[in-house]
C-alpha cells in the first residue's frame, strides 16, 4: 500500500536553530514529490517540486532533497516567521492524472 | 490573478441540513481537486475532475456527498444530509496538469452542530 509519513509530528526551535524535517514514502512507481506550506486559517501553499534521487531546490531559508526512499526539508537558521505545518506530498505514476496523496505534516513553531 | 476562490468560508448547520461549497479555480487550470482536512486524518481526497469530467471519487465518503463541475469555472461540493462528523475545513485546489503543484483556495471551515 502507498504510503506517505512525515516526521516529527511537531518541532519547536529557538530562531537561528537549524533543523530538518524528514518525508518518508512507500509508493509502487515515484512521478513527483511535493513540499508545501500551511498557515493556520489558509490553504497549503506550493514550496518545490522534486522528480528524482538527488535532485535539490533552495527557495530563502529552505532546501528540499530526495533520496529513492524519502526527502528531507532543511531549514536553515529559521527565523518566526518560518513558523508553519509543512506538508510533502507524492505524485504516484500509478494514479490516474495528477492526484497527490499528502502526509500528515509537521507543525514547526520557531522561537524568537 | 484572484487565486483559487472558495465560498463561503465559513458555515455553521443543523445535523441533516444541506450543506453546498463552492469553488472557482484559476482560470487556464484544467484539473480541480476536493480536500477535506482534519486533525486526526490530515488532508483526504475526495474527489477531482481533469477537463470537468470527474476522474476519481474513491475518497467521496458516502452517498451523502456529491460534487459537480458544470463548467470550467465552476465547482461544488454538496452534502446531503449533513452529520457533526463531516465537521472539517474543505479545501478545493486547482492545477495546469501534471508535474505542477496545486494551488489552494483558503478553505471552507464547516461545522455541523
Known amino acids: 500500500e502507498d504510503q506517505v509519513t512525515q516526521s516529527p509530528e511537531a518541532l519547536r526551535l529557538q530562531e537561528g536553530e537549524s533543523s530538518s524535517l524528514n518525508c518518508s514514502y512507500t509508493?509502487?512507481?515515484?512521478?513527483?514529490l511535493f513540499w508545501y506550506r500551511q498557515d493556520p486559517g489558509k490553504g497549503p501553499e506550493f514550496l518545490f517540486t522534486?522528480?528524482?534521487a538527488g535532485e535539490e531546490k533552495e527557495k530563502e531559508r529552505l532546501k528540499a532533497t530526495l533520496t529513492k526512499k524519502e526527502s528531507f526539508l532543511h531549514i536553515t537558521a529559521p527565523k518566526p516567521e518560518d513558523s508553519a505545518t509543512y506538508l510533502c506530498?507524492?505524485?504516484?505514476?500509478?494514479?490516474?492524472?495528477?492526484?497527490?496523496?499528502f502526509g500528515g505534516g509537521t507543525r514547526v513553531l520557531v522561537k524568537p | 490573478d484572484a487565486g483559487v476562490i472558495q465560498s463561503p468560508r465559513h458555515e455553521v448547520t443543523e445535523m441533516g441540513q444541506e450543506v453546498t461549497l463552492r469553488c472557482k479555480p484559476i482560470?487556464?487550470?484544467?484539473?480541480l481537486f476536493w480536500y477535506r482536512q482534519t486533525m486526526m486524518r490530515g488532508l483526504e481526497l475526495l474527489i477531482y475532475?481533469?477537463?470537468?469530467?470527474?476522474?476519481?471519487d474513491s475518497g467521496m465518503p458516502e452517498d451523502r456527498f456529491s460534487a459537480k463541475m458544470p463548467n470550467a469555472s465552476f465547482s461544488t461540493l454538496k452534502i446531503q444530509p449533513s452529520e457533526p462528523r463531516d465537521s472539517a475545513v474543505y479545501f478545493c485546489?486547482?492545477?495546469?496538469?501534471?508535474?505542477?503543484?496545486?494551488?489552494f483556495g483558503s478553505g471552507t471551515r464547516l461545522t455541523v452542530v
Open positions: 506530498a507524492v505524485h504516484i505514476i500509478k494514479a490516474a492524472g495528477n492526484k497527490l496523496t
Open positions: 522534486l522528480y528524482s
Open positions: 485546489a486547482s492545477s495546469k496538469g501534471q508535474n505542477y503543484g496545486y494551488t
Open positions: 482560470s487556464g487550470h484544467n484539473s
Open positions: 475532475f481533469n477537463n470537468n469530467v470527474p476522474i476519481d
Open positions: 509508493v509502487s512507481g515515484l512521478r513527483g
